[in-house]
């Protein structure tokens, strides 16, 4: 009589993943990690705010008000927040609005 099990057998799913190493040699030259860091550069707030010398809840708010752009992940209470490092320089450099 054949035991039905609702779950693989764990030895035989070991086998079958690639050794990290191998995955790395496979991986194309031309999309290396450095490189796909660089052409997203995608920031939290803390690394946003590192990066512009303020601190992260100066950069909370300026997202909230829309005076820099920001990428909202989830949440309607609360907001996850990503920022592209091109259009913060973009924002940056744009010429101060008159209040």
């Not at 764990?10 to 040699?25: I, K």
């Not at 803390?46 to 997202?63: F, G, H």
Request: glycine fraction near 2%; proline fraction near 9%.
């Amino acid at each position: 009589m054949a035991v039905f099990r609702a779950f693989p057998d764990r030895r035989n799913l070991m086998s079958t993943q690639p050794n990290p190493a191998e995955a790395a040699a496979n991986f194309p030259p031309e999309l290396s990690r450095p490189e796909l860091a660089s052409r997203s550069a995608w920031l939290t707030a803390n690394e946003a705010a590192q990066y512009l010398q303020v601190k992260p809840r100066t950069i909370l708010k300026w997202a909230k008000e829309g005076r820099i752009p920001a990428h909202a992940l989830s949440g309607c209470k609360r907001v996850t927040w990503r920022f592209l490092k091109s259009e913060l320089d973009n924002a940056m450099l744009r010429s101060p609005s008159a209040a």
